[in-house]
């Protein structure tokens, strides 16, 4: 969420950013939050008036009574009366108008960052890195879904009998190797200084609202009605909420969390090649490393956290690139993001592998996630994450790309010790 201090500095500058990232009439939405707030300092500065003579009257009539003035002070207590019923109806009134305030803040995205690059969709991002892994056969490369049903690692028709399509059942070898990489994910990460947590998989209202995820995504998550819970669409939700309202101090940064987690998302209005076999699956498990930063140390902490998952695809030996999202492609409460991307052999495509993004502010106002300096005063705190890695796309680029003439498949050597084969 934005501050409502920054809007009221930089209603200019905000609006001009907000309509980079796609919202129209920017300036419109901002206008409406000063206006509103404004109405909501009237009120405040009328309830404290009201409280200031309030307190006036009470004060008096003790006074009053003692000097024999008993119309005079019957006359106060009737004042005081009225007073408290005006202080009610300004302290709804200023309720209704924060509750006004909030949603409209609520609504609005966050800014993209000057380095981003202005554009509408996915053609509009910068590929700014490419690795020289190349994957060539001497024969046509069969497509993910074709080589698991030879080999019987993935049962699709099973997926849909339990749960319906976008669930697929993942069996014996198949199995190993999710767990494997899973296992290797989250040692990499341990390795580089993230205690891992084992978080819930489903989250209260509070905790989707703290990351962004309500209300922007709420047709995308599954709901559990009876209880007002969601199904976590990421670890990054609570995780990152492990934080919501703690106030940290200065000398913990940096902070950092990882988790493997199974994440479900409806992906409502997906269909045709984008979604066949492991392309877009409605679970799916994932590591997500998340850190909390200072926030002049939060774009180094982003490159460093790029790196940390370039390195798993470096050492998975699968060609990769890495992109950085223009205004209209990120999500709605990231200012920076990049995209990792594998080269799928058997569909010969790029897959997304990892989003790794830099919230700044907007996560931590929601959160209400704070750190104390040395001076001991308190400012918002810098929240990002990434994935490290997404499993689905990952597990198809290498059955793909380590495809044999046999029709085998070759296990990156890194994961061997972790699956127990080297082949399947």
Excluded at 400 to 412: A, K, L, M, R
């Amino acid at each position: 969420m934005l501050e409502i201090q920054q809007i009221r500095n930089r209603a200019e500058e905000i609006a001009q950013a907000l309509e980079r990232k796609g919202l129209t009439d920017a300036m419109g939405s901002i206008q409406e939050i000063l206006s509103t707030d404004e109405s909501r300092r009237e009120v405040i500065t009328s309830l404290e008036n009201l409280r200031q003579s309030a307190n006036q009257s009470a004060r008096s009539i003790g006074q009053l009574m003692k000097e024999g003035k008993k119309e005079e002070a019957e006359a106060a207590k009737a004042k005081a009366a009225a007073a408290k019923q005006g202080i009610k109806e300004l302290e709804e009134k200023q309720r209704s108008i924060e509750a006004e305030v909030k949603e409209l803040l609520l609504a609005l995205p966050n800014t993209p960052h000057p380095s981003v690059p202005t554009g509408k969709t996915p053609e509009d991002n910068d590929v700014v890195y490419q690795n020289d892994v190349k994957v060539t056969f001497d024969f046509d490369p069969k497509p993910h879904w074709d080589l698991a049903v030879h080999h019987g690692i993935i049962d699709w028709e099973l997926g849909v009998k339990i749960t319906g399509a976008g669930f697929p059942l993942y069996v014996g070898k198949g199995a190993r190797l999710q767990r494997a990489l899973i296992n290797w994910f989250l040692d990499r990460a341990r390795e580089a200084g993230y205690t891992e947590y084992m978080p819930p998989l489903m989250v209260n209202e509070a905790s989707a609202y703290g990351t962004g995820q309500l209300p922007d995504k709420d047709s995308q998550m599954y709901t559990i009605t009876a209880d007002s819970f969601y199904m976590i669409p990421t670890a990054e939700v609570p995780i990152t909420n492990i934080y919501r309202d703690v106030i940290v101090e200065e000398k913990d940064f940096p902070i950092k969390s990882c988790g493997y987690t199974p994440c479900f998302r409806r992906e409502a209005g997906s269909y045709g090649k984008d979604v066949k076999g492991l392309n877009r699956l409605h679970q799916f498990d994932k590591v997500e490393v998340v850190q909390i930063a200072h926030p002049e140390r939060s774009y180094e902490v982003l490159d460093e956290m790029c790196v940390h998952v370039e390195s798993l695809l470096q050492d998975l030996g699968l060609p990769y690139r890495k992109l950085l999202l223009c205004s209209g492609d990120m999500s709605f409460t990231s200012a920076k993001t990049y995209d990792m991307e594998v080269f799928s052999a058997g569909q010969e495509r790029w897959l997304e592998v990892s989003s790794v993004s830099n919230f700044e502010s907007y996560q931590a106002n929601r959160l209400k996630l704070r750190y104390r300096n040395e001076d001991r005063k308190t400012q918002l705190a810098h929240t990002l994450n990434g994935s490290a890695l997404a499993l689905p796309r990952i597990m198809a680029a290498l059955i793909e790309n380590n495809q044999q003439t046999d029709g085998s498949i070759v296990i990156p050597e890194v994961l061997r010790s972790y699956t127990g084969f080297d082949v399947i």
